[in-house]
C-alpha cells in the first residue's frame, strides 16, 4: 500500500512500469522528465549499459502537490525489459503500488509481450501480491508506426487486457498517451486509497523536506 | 539539523544514531524504497533518489549473498575518496527496514556498526504493531488528480480516462 503519512498529511506511491525490452518504458519516463519543472520532480537516475539498455532500474520522483489535501509523491520506476533481467524485475517490483505494462505495439513483438505479461503475474504473485488487487493500466505503444507494422488496439487487448484494465495508445517518443497513462495509473493508485484504508501510525512527524 | 521522520517512533531512535556515530546523511527506509527517515538531506525529491538506489543495492547484495553463501547479505561497506557507506538491515515488528549512512573522517566504520546494532536494538524495542487506518482520501480526489497533473504538464485540464486516449477493452 502506498505510504500515508496522518499527521503531515503526505502520501507516497510507488508506480512501477513494466514491460518487454525496448517497449518504450524508459521513454515514457524521459518524456515525463522533459515535461516537469524543475521544482516538481528530482534527479532522474537511470542505472543503464553502455548502450543505454535499462541494467537495472530507472527512477523518477514526481511531486504531485496537494490532493485531497494530502501532499502527493509518486516514485516512477522502470524495469529492465530483456528476459534475462528476471531476478532484477522482481527486486524492482517489490512494494509496488501500481503497474503500467507498457506492450510493443509491433506485430513481431507479441509473443514478447505476452511473455512479459505472464513474468509480471508470476512476479507479484512471487511477492505474494493478489494480481487482481494490483492497479494495473496498459499502454500500447509505437501505435504510430505505420498501420502494416503494428496490431490495433484491440487485437492487443485481446491477447493482453483479459482483467479488462484501462488501456492507452501511445506514441511514447512524442509523448502521445503518455499523460493519459499516467493519469490512468494515478486514478487507479489514489482510488485504494478512498476506499481502504492503509498501515500507518496515527502519530506521526515529517521525514521528506522540500 | 535534525532528524525527520514519517512515522514518529523512528525519529528519537534515528537522532541518537546520527547524533553517536558522527554521520553525515542518514536514511531509514522500508526495503521497497519508501523513506521513514532521514537525516542530512534538504530535498524531499533527492531523499527518493537516495532511497530508491540503497533499496536497489541492499536488494542486490541480498540476492547476491543468497547466490554465493546462501544466506542474503545483510550489510554492506563502501570506501569512497571523501565519504563512506554503510548500508545493512534491521528486523522491526514493523517490518525489516534498511539503514544507509554515510560518513566521512569524523566517523569510521567500526563506530558506525557499534551505533547501528544500537539503533537496531531501539527499532526493535520502539516499533508499534501495524495499524490500519480508515480510508486516507476523501471519494472526490479525481478533481484534485486532474488540476495537479494538468499543472504538472503544463496543460490544460486534461480529460478524465475514457473522454480521451483510453479505451475500452474489446473482449
Request: net charge neutral; proline share 4%; glycine share 8%.
Given at each position: 500500500m502506498p505510504l500515508v503519512n496522518y499527521a503531515t498529511r503526505e502520501i507516497t506511491c510507488k508506480i512501477v512500469y513494466y514491460g518487454p525490452g525496448r517497449s518504450g518504458k524508459t521513454t515514457n519516463l524521459h518524456y515525463i522528465y522533459g515535461q516537469v519543472p524543475?521544482?516538481?520532480k528530482g534527479t532522474m537516475v537511470s542505472l543503464a549499459t553502455q548502450t543505454d539498455r535499462t541494467l537495472f532500474f530507472d527512477f523518477l520522483p514526481l511531486d504531485l502537490g496537494s490532493i485531497s489535501g494530502f501532499n502527493t509523491r509518486f516514485q516512477l520506476y522502470t524495469v529492465p525489459g530483456q528476459v534475462y533481467y528476471q531476478s532484477t524485475r522482481k527486486l524492482v517490483l517489490q512494494g509496488a503500488d501500481g503497474v503500467v505494462f507498457v506492450a510493443d505495439s509491433q506485430a513481431r513483438?507479441?509473443?514478447e509481450n505476452i511473455e512479459s505479461m505472464q513474468d509480471l503475474h508470476a512476479n507479484l504473485a512471487e511477492h505474494g501480491m493478489d494480481v487482481r488487487a494490483m492497479p494495473l493500466v496498459l499502454q500500447y505503444n509505437?501505435?504510430?508506426?505505420?498501420?502494416?507494422?503494428?496490431?490495433?488496439?484491440?487485437?492487443?487487448d485481446d491477447a493482453l487486457n483479459f482483467r479488462g484494465v484501462p488501456a492507452f495508445a501511445a506514441g511514447a517518443l512524442h509523448g502521445t498517451g503518455v499523460f493519459e497513462t499516467l493519469r490512468g495509473i494515478s486514478e487507479l493508485v489514489l482510488r485504494r486509497l478512498s476506499t481502504s484504508g492503509s498501515p500507518a501510525t496515527p502519530s506521526t512527524a515529517h521525514a521528506g523536506s522540500r | 539539523m535534525r532528524a525527520r521522520a514519517a512515522e514518529a517512533w523512528v525519529e528519537a531512535p534515528l537522532q541518537r544514531f546520527v547524533d553517536d556515530a558522527r554521520v553525515q546523511f542518514a536514511l531509514l527506509l522500508h526495503p521497497s524504497g519508501q523513506?521513514?527517515?532521514?537525516?542530512?538531506?534538504?530535498?524531499?525529491v533527492d531523499v527518493m533518489a537516495a532511497c530508491a538506489l540503497g533499496a536497489a543495492i541492499h536488494a542486490s547484495a541480498g540476492e547476491l549473498g543468497k547466490e554465493l553463501d546462501?544466506?542474503?547479505?545483510?550489510?554492506?561497506?563502501?570506501?569512497?575518496?571523501?565519504?563512506?557507506?554503510?548500508i545493512a538491515e534491521a528486523?522491526?515488528?514493523r517490518g525489516a527496514l534498511v539503514l544507509l549512512t554515510a560518513f566521512d573522517a569524523e566517523s569510521s566504520l567500526g563506530l558506525v556498526q557499534v551505533y547501528f546494532r544500537?539503533?537496531?536494538?531501539?527499532l526493535q524495542h520502539a516499533a508499534p504493531p501495524p495499524v490500519e487506518s480508515g480510508p486516507a482520501l476523501d471519494g472526490n480526489f479525481e478533481q484534485d488528480l486532474n488540476r495537479s497533473l494538468a499543472t504538472l504538464f503544463g496543460r490544460a485540464q486534461l480529460p478524465a480516462p475514457g473522454d480521451a486516449g483510453s479505451h475500452s477493452p474489446s473482449a
Open positions: 524543475n521544482d516538481r513483438q507479441l509473443d509505437k501505435q504510430d508506426l505505420p498501420r502494416d507494422l503494428i496490431h490495433n488496439t484491440a487485437t492487443l | 523513506v521513514l527517515g532521514q537525516f542530512g538531506f534538504t530535498r524531499a546462501g544466506h542474503p547479505f545483510r550489510e554492506l561497506y563502501h570506501a569512497g575518496r571523501d565519504r563512506q557507506v554503510f528486523a522491526t515488528a544500537e539503533l537496531r536494538d531501539a
